[in-house]
């Protein structure tokens, strides 16, 4: 069976380009626009996340912490995929449980590698 993948991001065209290229390897992938539509649609078993950090309603930090409170998702991979490049925002994702970090705009080769790496 295909791992599910959900792609967090309020940029349409961002959401469209990662799920493009994770459905292009054979991933399934589902969508959320912002941290409280990923929460709401946690109901099947997702293998990955991978969530903009700067989002309305709930941004990616508090999406992770939200998150790894739910014992289903406690080890599930989260990548942040953010224009953020600084290292004090790196620190803050890795303390609230990122598994990793990429920064935008990103090489659709650079973002498999990284799902590979977490998901097979």
């Known amino acids: 069976m295909s ?3 959900m792609t ?4 349409a065209s961002v959401r469209q380009m990662v799920a493009f290229t994770l459905k292009q390897s054979g991933y399934n992938v589902i969508e959320a626009v912002d941290g409280k539509d990923a929460i709401a649609k946690l109901k099947d078993k997702i293998d990955m996340i991978i969530t903009d950090l700067n989002m309305p309603n709930m941004d990616g ?8 409170k739910l014992p289903t998702y ?22 609230a449980g990122a598994s990793g970090w990429i920064v935008k ?7 498999l590698s990284v799902v590979k790496k977490l998901v097979g």
């Open 74 to 95: 406690k080890f599930v991979p989260i990548v942040m995929l953010t224009t953020e490049s600084q290292d004090s925002k790196k620190q803050e994702g890795k303390s």
């Open 61 to 68: 930090i508090s999406l992770i912490k939200e998150v790894r």
């Open 3 to 5: 791992k599910i993948i």
């Open 105 to 111: 705009p990103f090489k659709p080769d650079q973002l």
């Open 8 to 11: 967090v991001d309020d940029a």
